[in-house]
Nanobody
Framework: QVQLVESGGGLVETGGSLRLSCVASGLTFSSYGMGWFRQAPGKEREFVAAISRTGDTTFSSASVEGRFTSSRDNAKNTVYLQMNSLKPEDTAVYYC????????????????WGQGTQVTVSS
């Protein structure tokens, strides 16, 4: 049974930082690209960032480019999202997801999803 478990969310002030973690089990982690998505209240889930299987390529949405960075440790089956210079508009539930495809930015390509972790940025 595949499980993705996110952690590291919380309440932070504008300009602060958080690092999210997502631990995967039940799959061959190094065979999956990993993505981060977020969903704010009343809005659709949107792509935030992704990282390739080996970690040598990363992707970010325009809204987080230069502030958020993805990384992974395949030995620990873990992917990370370092979030810096946080803004109130970053407030959302953040999800990690796993894909065997190569587009990375499309929700529908992801096979497995975590339950999400809440990030709240106060103004």
């Amino acid at each position: 049974q595949v499980q993705l478990v996110e952690s590291g969310g919380g309440l932070v002030e504008t300009g602060g930082s958080l690092r999210l973690s997502c631990v995967a089990s039940g799959l061959t982690f190094s065979s999956y690209g990993m993505g981060w998505f977020r969903q704010a209240p009343g809005k659709e889930r949107e792509f935030v960032a992704a990282i390739s299987r080996t970690g040598d390529t990363t992707f970010s949405s325009a809204s987080v480019e230069g502030r958020f960075t993805s990384s992974r440790d395949n030995a620990k089956n873990t992917v990370y999202l370092q979030m810096n210079s946080l803004k109130p508009e970053d407030t959302a539930v953040y999800y990690c997801a796993a894909t065997r495809l190569y587009t990375y930015v499309t929700l529908s390509e992801y096979e497995y999803w975590g339950q999400g972790t809440q990030v709240t940025v106060s103004s």
